[in-house]
């Protein structure tokens, strides 16, 4: 008791402890977004249609050149009759092989992958699915070609330079600046190819039958050096300079069948905007 009569609250022997906040509830972070780009790449790697590019262009670029140095044998092995012995093989002959091989091999798998990727109305439930969603007519072709085109460069690209090094290996060195002016044409080479296949999705929906079109256009384009003045435009010309240019062509001499391939390539990919965005399904 104090002097002036109150009575004093003992005093506590506890520790004072202060006040918690409690701490918000942590917000759980949902799933990534999907966006289109995304789609279009789990499109590609979780379909393993990537494998398919790998045998096409970095697998021939593996095994072409080895054919080239040991053809004969291969042929005798295979008990393959009938074919001449190959004599004066160089260095650009294993280059040829692969550019000859991916010309065949290559051709088919980038068209029929471009093909399905731009099917984009094949199935009328996922069409009207991606119609109801896209804000633009683009957003229903940009995606897949683009992935889809990169892709098959990456592929190329790969296969070019696994060519080149089994080359520098098994035949002696090349001229670096004539195999990177090749790689490059011969790259816009198969940009053109595959383009055209969007060019004949503006006016099909099945896959089969916009792979099939796309073919024959690709077969048939040569036909068009028939009339002089497109001789020396021809784009499928870019397809053999990797092997021209080994062999002493100029890289001066394929200006006029880049400047085609982009105009055709650019016009094949508007279409493809232009007619799948206003398609009906």
Known sequence: MTRSGAVQAPASSAPTVPAVVAAPDRVPRGPRRLGL???EWLRLTRTRRWLLLLVAY???GLVGPVFARHRDQILEALRIEGVPPATGMRADSGMAVYVYGTA???????????ASALAVDHRAGLAAFHRTRMHHARD???PRYTVTLTAVAI????GMLIAWAQVHWMFGSLSARSVLYGAFYGLMGTVVQV?????????????????????????LMPLASLWRPLRSWQP?????????????????????SLAMALLISGLCVWLAVWRIGRREM
């Not at 290559?106 to 029929?112: D, M, W």
């Not at 592929?155 to 790969?158: E, F, G, K, T």
């Not at 929906?205 to 796309?214: E, K, L, T």
């Open 58 to 60: 970095p697998g021939v």
């Open 140 to 142: 229903l072709v940009l």
């Open 236 to 256: 499928t010309e870019l397809s053999t300079a990797p092997i021209e240019l080994l062999r002493g062509h100029s890289a001066g001499e394929y200006t006029n």
């Open 37 to 39: 780009w995304r789609l």
């Open 155 to 158: 592929a190329y690209v790969l």
């Open 195 to 219: 383009s055209v296949v969007a060019g004949m999705a503006a006016l099909l929906r099945r896959p089969v039958a916009i792979f099939g079109a796309g073919l024959v256009v690709v077969i």
């Open 104 to 114: 065949q091999v290559g051709l088919l798998v980038g068209l029929a992958l471009m």
